[in-house]
Each structure stands twice: as C-alpha cells, then as structure tokens.
C-alpha cells in the first residue's frame, strides 16, 4: 500500500474549500463549513470498508436497541445506517440537502451528539440558499485520501485549520492549541522523573487536561507512556468550552476508540470531573482570560474555602490562569495513594502579578507552603502561533523527590530555539527533538547542575528554598514636618475647598486672612493664635466643625522637611503620607536588622509601621537570570554618531544637488 498524504497537503485541500465560499461566507465564517465537513468526510472515509456490514445488520435486525450490534458490524464505537454517503450524495445534485441530512441523521447518537455542537442543519440551509452545498459536498466527496491519515496527523490537520480561522477571527493568545513540540517537551518534563516506574506492569494511568481544545496535548502524554509501556492502560478526561474544538476532541476520541471522557463546558463553573483525581494533568490555559461571566459561581465556590476548588484566593477578573491551576491542583491524587504531577503553560504575569496578601500572592503562597511547586521552565518568546509573549512550564507535584523537599527549580531555557524557514502568524521560533532532549535532562539533572559550578549550562539551572519568595512588605512612615502660611494660593484654596463651599462664613474668613497675605509661621500654636487674632479683629466667624477645620489647616499648612513635626492629641507623630514607602524583605530576614541596616542609616527620622506588615509571595524569575551587559564605550558610540552623520550629509547633497 502506498503512503498516505502529508498532513500539511491534506490540510491545503481542505482549505480550498474556502474558494468556493468567498463572497456568500465572511472569512471569519469559513470554519463554521470546513471544520464539520472535513469531520463528516473524515468518518465517512474511515467507516468505508464496513459501511455496508452496518447497513445488511440494521436492515436484518429487529430488536428495538441495535447499537451495540451495530457497533460491531462497524468495528467501530459509532456507525452508519443511512444508504446515503458522500458519493451518493454528491451523485444527486438535485437532493443534495435532502440526502445530507438523511446522511447525518443515520449515525449513530454519539455521532449526532457531536454534529451538534457545529450547528450544522443551518449551515446545509444557508449553503443551500448561496446555491453553492452542491459544490462543497462535491469537493469533499473528492478527497479520497482522508482514510489513509492516521489519527495523529489527523489531529494536525484540523490543528492547521483552526489556526488559520483563529487569525482569521482575531482570537486572543493561546485560545486554541499548542505547537507540536512545545507539547512534546511539556510531556517529557511532567513524566521523565516516572520514567522507570512506569515501565512496570499493570500500569493503569489516568491523565486529565482542563482546557482540552483538540485534544493534541492528551494525545501526545498518551503516546509517550505508550512509548515507555505499550502494555499500560491509559483513560484521557478532558473539558472544553469552544463547541468545535470539544467535538473534534470527542470525535477523534471516538475514532481511536480512547478510553475516558471530554466533557463540555466551562471547568470554573461546570466541574465536569467532580470527585476524580488523576495521575497526571497537563494544559495550555488562554492567557489572560476573564473570568467575569462565571463569577459569581467562582465567588460562591471560594466562600467554601478550601471545601471548593479555590479556597486560596482568587485572582484579578481579568486573567484566570490561577484558577484553572488551583482547578487542577484540586484533582490531586493523595500522596497516600499515588500522588499526581502536573504541568502547565503560563505567561509571566502569574509569577509576580498581584501585591502581598492579593489573590495571586495567596496562592503562590499556598502553593509554595505546601511545597507542590517542582519547577518553572521558562521559554523562548515567539514560540506560539498568536502571540510572540514569553512563556513558562509550571511544573508541580505533592510526591516530590527527597532532594526536591522544600525546594524549587529554575530553568532557563530561553535561547534552547531555532529559526523556523517559514513564519506561521507569530510562530517565528522552534524547538528541536535534540534542545527539547537536552532540556529535560537538565531538569532531571537540576540538582546536581545547580552544584556543579563547572558545568556549562550551570548558570541556566539555579535551586531555591520555597520560602526564598516569600517576603515582609513594610510600611516605612516618616514623620509629617509642616510649615504654616498665608499667600494668594492659600485664599483660592480656601475658596475652592469642598468642605467650605456650603458654609457661610467662608468669604468673611477668606477677607480676614488676606491681610495676613506673606505670613509664615514654623508652629501650628503660632499660626493659631495669628489666624484667631485677624478673624476675630475682623469680626469674622471661626470654623465649628471638625470637616471645617481640616479643610482651613489643609490649606494653611505646607510640607517642609525644616518644619515642625506633627503629632496627633495623645502625642504620637502622624506620618507624612506623601514621604510613605515600602521595603520587601525576605522572609527568613530579621526585619529589625534589616530596617536598622538598609533603611535607617538614609532616613534616621522613619520608623516601621508594624499594624501594615504583610506577607506575600513572588518568583522573580527574570531578575534571577539577569546578565549585566555593560554599556559600550562613549568613543565608540561618538564615532558610530559621527559616521550617521556624515551619511546624512551624503544623502542631503544628493538631494539638493
């Protein structure tokens, strides 16, 4: 038997298609046609050489539930009733809708289930009424070679046209699938420390990703334990929100008779897996992805606390990365049990987004507390097909190693990339079989790496405690030093004070203050006494009320480092907000020490407000990679300015003549 085609060449014949819907369709509209077509031409083919078993067993057959006899003169988990397929339909021109439906309508439920999800029967009318069905089930009907893809190149092939509607729809970063071999090192790093365990017998595997789309990721964690145990049972689960991808997922599923299941819906309100946990969890999460039309089932769930998925906190409305994460981290398998692992892709903002004690900052605190934090690999940029934005693997497991206890990798695999001959969208960048080996080996390796200062990639692989990101944040006051004074701005303070504008001795007081016009005093007992004395010389009213008198003083005094230190009724200095700062401090420092050591010797009058203290949690991923690259000498630069220069010059006096 010859070889099949290529994914890519099936995949431009496929696209194609769009020819003969330019002008009736929108481009943004084609996928709602190409991708339930080429699902229905792919079953089609596939269940070719048993199509007519299925029919001679339905018509002999009786009994009112025939799907499982039906299911095994198919050999397949789904069939086909109907005496219609694509070259019989294709053969009628005049019934071609009425034939198409007949088509769909004899498949098996399952089946239907999924052809649902694209809302087909509107498309048959609509294609109908452009007069253009005839023309597509005919195209289709031609591509005699979709039986001879095998799943996996299949699973590409739908890939690319996804791809190709998700540029054309303006989709945001990460909403559809993953790269090939970004997947491939992402399932390397979650199962190379199991690697000899599971090369052993009665292996029975479970694997969950979240945020399925097409299935690409569960597929390739599949093949690789596969390729390390052919004899293990692997069960895939997955979730998916978008209709299309979910019945592409569901579909191949079906056609590789995969044990498991994928589960339509949002995984933040609609927990399709409630009560399971698994071996093994991977996903590439949409970054930065509101969460706004689940929050309040979100908000309902975290007021149980740790009882619910996200009992540690949430994260800001506009990116709900953490909660697929902690979404996640809830399907654990107890360390009692087996213990799970678990990757994902994020972008840098789940790193450090968010200031001590916010959502994101208690979560990586429980996440570091409770040491399930393995590792973070970051990525070179340009690596996805809609965003050029650098990326990270998150590594995490709660059976961490012995030499791993309490500790954290760092892995910089940025510069691991190669130039790819042809761009796809944003994809400039791709990593190679031998960089994605080499990079798993230094993870698995880390530890001795990390020691090993003559190593050469030593200063890509750095270890830390778990608590090396945690830190104090205090609030450093200095006292509040004020001079007190009359001048022109003073008097149209005064008059545009809010909390004076309703009161009737505002203009009398403003008039008795402005003979006082250049006065300066350095105490507030001194500046009291004069702006007693000009009100009451003038017969004006004094301010009665608290709101009154603050908005008088707010106008009257002036921030002065020479001036006179502020102290409220019972004594205690009153800070200056203005001169209000922050320090982190690591949080195995001292913050006494600290404080007397870093921020005393600049500022001997500050002090610690210690009711403001918090703790938070950051990984400053970046900073611990920094390189210093010097600046180039300044004769070099002047020299490099002069050449511009006299270029310019050139270039004028050929313009001018």
Known sequence: MTSGPSHTKMAADIWSVADLLR?????????????????????????????????DSDAALTIQNKQKLLELA????????????????AGDPQNVAKNLRDYINGFSPNVRTILSRF?????????AGAKILYAVVGKFATMRDLDRLSNHDMGYVFEHLIRKFAEDSNETAGEHYTPREVIKLMVNLLIAPDKDALAADGQVINILDPACGTGGMLTAAEEHVKSLNPNAKVYLFGQELNAESWAICEADMLMREQRGTIHFGNSFSDDGHRGRTFDYMLANPPFGVEWKKVKDAVEDEATLG??????????????????????????????????????????????????AESGESKIRQWILENDWLE????????LFYNTGISTYFWILSNRKTEKLRDKVILLDARDQWEKMRKSLGDKRKQISDDQIKHITELYVDAVKVAADAEHPDHAKVKIFGTRDFGYHRITVERPLKLRFEITEDTLVALGSAK??????GRNALIEALRGLVGSVWWTKKDATDALHKAVVDSGAQWPGTAALKKAVWAAVAASDPEGEVQKDKDGTVLPDPDLRDYENIPLDEDIETYFAKEVAPHVPDAWIDHDKTKVGYEIPFTRHFYVYTPPRPLAEIDAELRELETQIQKLLGEVTG
């Open 499 to 504: 909390a004076l504008t309703k009161w009737d």
């Open 375 to 382: 590792g973070i690999v970051a990525l070179p940029d340009q």
């Open 306 to 355: 740790h009882a619910g998925r996200f009992g540690a906190g949430l994260p800001r409305i506009n990116d709900g990365s953490f909660l697929f994460l902690q979404h996640m981290l809830d399907k654990m398998d107890p360390v009692e049990g087996k213990g799970s692992r678990l990757a994902i892709v994020f972008n840098g903002s789940p790193l450090f987004t968010g200031a």
């Open 74 to 89: 198919a050999k397949l988990p789904f069939y086909n009733t109907s005496l219609q397929d694509f070259s019989t339909i």
């Open 23 to 55: 002008g009736d369709y929108k481009r943004h509209e084609y996928g709602g046609v190409i991708l339930p077509f080429t699902l229905l031409r792919r079953l089609d083919a596939v269940m070719a050489p048993t199509r007519q078993a299925v029919r």
């Open 119 to 127: 809302d087909l029967d509107n498309e048959i009318t609509r294609l």
